[in-house]
């Protein structure tokens, strides 16, 4: 077990520099940022944007911890948190949300329905469900257009339930 710690010890990468561009995680990491960034956020497992961080970008992330400033959409899949002196200009969509006192929070938050605060549903993103299936995103979203697959088009951005999918998929198979 203490192995196990080690070695997702060992996968955080530190971003304290400037950096413009997309920053894209397929494997879960442990990503803190430091410094200032301009782009776009995937991240696959923990991010961490640090007190000091500046960041402009639209974040999607699993479980993702701000304490700096952020302007941009912010889609955690299992949780965010935002800690005191945070400041975060956009919309928020996560299935669990912790603020803390002093932490500002400018736009809308969708908490993703009743059933993610049970902690039993994993919620996917558009790009998550292509690559799962091994799609391309475009023909992700006709899918979802014409309600042939499990979706919710929620603050522009379309959501799923993996368990869901993953009932639509045997459902598929049943019929071929």
Do not use: C
């Not at 996968?11 to 494997?27: E, H, N, R």
């Not at 007190?51 to 974040?59: C, D, G, H, L, W």
């Not at 911890?65 to 005191?84: C, E, M, P, T, W």
């Not at 400041?87 to 500002?104: F, H, K, W």
Request: no cysteine; hydrophobic share 40%.
């Amino acid at each position: 077990m203490v192995k196990k710690k080690e070695e997702i010890q060992e996968k955080i990468l530190d971003v304290d520099a400037s950096m413009q561009g997309t920053i894209s995680f397929k494997d879960p990491v442990n990503l803190r940022i430091n410094g200032s960034f301009e782009g776009k956020l995937e991240v696959r497992g923990n991010l961490t944007i640090g007190e000091n961080a500046k960041v402009t970008a639209n974040i999607q992330g699993d479980h993702i911890v701000i304490g700096g400033k952020v302007s941009g959409d912010i889609i955690a899949s299992q949780s965010l948190s935002i800690l005191n002196p945070a400041t975060i200009n956009g919309n928020i969509t996560t299935p669990r949300l912790s603020i803390t006192e002093g932490a500002v929070l400018q736009g809308q938050v969708n908490m993703l329905g009743i059933h993610a605060s049970q902690g039993t549903d994993v919620f996917l993103t558009l790009k998550d469900v292509a690559q799962y299936l091994e799609v391309e995103a475009r023909i992700i979203e006709e899918w979802a257009n014409a309600k042939k697959i499990p979706a919710r088009f929620e603050n522009g951005h379309w959501v799923f339930v993996k368990n869901e999918v993953d009932q639509w998929i045997q459902q598929e198979r049943a019929r071929v």
